[in-house]
Nanobody
Framework: QVQLEESGGGLVQPGASLTLSCAGS????????ITWVREAAPGLGRVGIS????????YYSEAVRGRFTISRDNARNTVYLQMHDLRVEDTAAYYC?????????????????????WGQGTQVTVSS
């Protein structure tokens, strides 16, 4: 079972950029579908916003498409989420989740409930 650790969150102004990292240990992230999930506040529910497959196919929700970019660095066993033009509504706890799917060519960012591996989350706050 892969272990995940997110980092890179912070407090920024609207329009700013941040890059979140999801570092894996105990297994090779290349064999996993990785999904970024966010939760605006405890109890409001988690929402999948982007996922990446083993062959680096990438998918985005309408809320972040064109502003966020997901990517892998297999040498670092890390998946990134570059976030540009951040908005107040992007404020949330951000989590990465992993599901073992070697040779995957498709993923669905809204389907993460069954993913067995999760990080502890990193907070992103966008405020003026």
């Amino acid at each position: 079972q892969v272990q995940l650790e997110e980092s890179g969150g912070g407090l920024v102004q609207p329009g700013a950029s941040l890059t979140l990292s999801c570092a894996g240990s105990g297994a090779t992230l290349e064999d996993y579908v990785i999904t970024w999930v966010r939760e605006a506040a405890p109890g409001l529910g988690r929402v999948g916003i982007s996922c990446i497959t083993s062959d680096e196919s990438k998918y985005y929700s309408e809320a972040v498409r064109g502003r966020f970019t997901i990517s892998r660095d297999n040498a670092r066993n890390t998946v990134y989420l570059q976030m540009h033009d951040l908005r107040v509504e992007d404020t949330a706890a951000y989590y990465c989740a992993a599901n073992y799917q070697p040779d995957s060519i498709q993923c669905f960012y809204a389907e993460f409930d069954s993913f067995p591996s999760w990080g502890q989350g990193t907070q992103v706050t966008v405020s003026s």
